[in-house]
C-alpha cells in the first residue's frame, strides 16, 4: 500500500489532478483497510484520514506527500495494536446466538 500511496503522491503534484487523485487514493485506503479487518472510520485513523484529505485540498502544501505519510502512520497504529494486543473496533458484525 506504501507504493500505491507514493504513485499518488506523485500523481497529486499535477494542479487541478491532485484533487481528483487524492479522493480516489482515500476510497483506495480505506477499503484496503476494510479488506484487512481494520476499521477506516475509527478514532486515530479517521483523523489521520481526514488530516491527510485536508492537506491534498490546500493548494502547494498539496506538494507534501500526505498519503504516504498518512499510509505510513495508519499501519504503524494497527501493528503496534496488534503487539499491544488492542482491539480495534472491526465493521464484522458479532454473531450471537
Given at each position: 500500500m506504501i507504493l500505491v500511496a507514493i504513485v499518488f503522491a506523485f500523481i497529486s503534484i499535477i494542479p487541478l489532478i491532485n484533487l481528483i487523485?487524492?479522493?480516489?487514493y482515500f476510497l483506495t485506503l480505506n477499503f484496503w483497510l476494510l479488506l484487512n479487518g481494520v476499521n477506516p472510520f475509527s478514532g486515530k485513523?479517521?483523523?489521520?484520514n481526514?488530516?491527510?484529505m485536508i492537506v491534498e485540498f490546500i493548494p502547494f502544501v498539496s506538494w507534501l506527500p500526505?498519503?504516504?505519510?498518512a499510509t505510513i502512520?495508519?499501519?504503524i497504529m494497527v501493528k503496534s495494536q496488534d503487539k499491544l494486543g488492542v482491539k480495534m473496533p472491526a465493521?464484522?458484525?458479532k454473531l450471537t446466538k
Open positions: 487523485s487524492g479522493f480516489i485513523t479517521l483523523v489521520t481526514i488530516t491527510a500526505a498519503e504516504v505519510i502512520a495508519i499501519i465493521l464484522k458484525p
